[in-house]
């Protein structure tokens, strides 16, 4: 009877993996550049900077690069670290490259001549200038003093804030497309998706141990029909209005400062593009927190003018959000991590009827 029972076991599990195999290869022949990509194997390796001797031997390069005394070097995240002085506060944050270093540099001092001042400067403190440490280049940046009052995305009024502060970012980085039109990358949003798919597709193996198949389906078909009418409404995000987009409207990328002004950060991704692009990873972020309402999606004016768009609608069916966070617990290998797992279940498990209910009213308005 054992026997019996542990052979009953292998031929479910066989047809399970058979099964999800098919799902797979479906979902790949229905998009034709998923199959290279799925070919390539993913191998990261995370440094770990933060230790005591990097931070020692960090703190006396930057020592002997300034004419002033450090008093303490605090490690904020990874690469970004509050600088405090005598007299002075400041951020030094870590670039992959001196063209990232240069071009935050000058992007953000063009966004500050055209008038949008909610955002930060560079300063220039080093001796000898660029300031460079184990192959990463370093940035002065301004400290803008934070509130007691942290930005979230759970509030409305900030949801509507931080919608506004975009909108405005966008009215004057659409004067600075041209200027940059050989150094700022122009954003593919479709050929984003799709990368972040197939990798979805390459972590199936582990991720069909938390998830239903039947859940992992419903998630693969939402985006199948979302690519499907990506393609269809090309101009979409091809034509019309061009901007320099931020490319990372994360919570965490909008600064309360303690005088009660928002603040826009980190501009490490721009792309030029439409501005539904920006406007659709907003709308992913803060539409947990309406428990994926459409309608109340509509109530946002700034976000309800592309939502008479049919390619709009076709891309928020697009789950960016759980693709990218099981991809990255993947990447970490954080899965077994009860604290760092229990998030992404969350998103994936806790509120798929509330987003099965948001697609079908998508798939309702896109017909009409």
Not at 19 to 43: D, F, G, P, T, Y
Not at 51 to 75: A, C, G, M, V, W
Not at 154 to 159: N, P, Q, V
């Amino acid at each position: 009877m054992i026997v019996a029972a542990e052979d009953r076991k292998w031929v479910q599990d066989s047809a399970q993996d058979t099964e999800q195999v098919q799902v797979m290869a479906q979902w790949a022949r229905s998009h034709s550049a998923c199959q290279e990509i799925l070919m390539k194997a993913v191998n990261t390796t995370v440094k770990n900077g933060g230790d005591d001797f990097f931070k020692n031997r960090l703190l006396t390069y930057f020592q002997d690069q300034f004419s002033f005394e450090i008093k303490e070097l605090k490690p904020i995240r990874k690469q970004v670290y509050l600088v405090r002085t005598d007299d002075r506060v400041f951020i030094l944050k870590g670039f992959s490259s001196y063209h990232r270093l240069k071009l935050q540099e000058a992007f953000t001092a063009s966004l500050l001549n055209e008038g949008f001042a909610k955002t930060y400067s560079f300063y220039e403190f080093a001796k000898e200038p660029p300031l460079f440490f184990e192959r990463t280049y370093y940035g002065c940046l301004e400290y803008i003093q934070p509130s007691g009052e942290t930005f979230s995305y759970h509030l409305k009024k900030d949801r509507l804030e931080g919608l506004e502060l975009l909108n405005l970012f966008h009215d004057t980085s659409e004067k600075l497309v041209s200027r940059y039109q050989t150094v700022v990358p122009f954003f593919r949003q479709a050929e984003k998706w799709r990368e972040r798919a197939s990798l979805f597709l390459n972590n199936l193996p582990v991720i069909r141990y938390f998830v239903q198949k039947e859940i992992i389906n419903e998630l693969l078909s939402w985006a199948d029909w979302s690519l499907k009418g990506i393609e269809e409404e090309s101009g979409l995000f091809q034509s019309g209005r061009q901007v320099i987009l931020h490319g990372d409207v994360a919570h965490h990328n909008f600064l309360r400062s303690r005088n009660n002004s928002l603040y826009l950060l980190d501009f490490d991704l721009i792309a030029k593009g439409t501005p539904h692009s920006d406007y659709l990873q907003y709308a992913n972020r803060i539409l947990p927190f309406m428990k994926w309402s459409f309608e109340d999606l509509g109530k946002y004016p700034i976000i309800k003018q592309y939502m008479d768009e049919k390619g709009f609608l076709f891309a928020l069916a697009f789950p960016s959000d759980i693709f990218r966070e099981w991809n990255r617990v993947i990447r970490e290998r954080t899965y077994l991590d009860p604290v760092k797992i229990r998030p992404v279940l969350d998103l994936t498990v806790g509120q798929f009827e509330e987003r099965h209910r948001f697609i079908h009213a998508l798939k309702k308005a896109a017909d009409n």
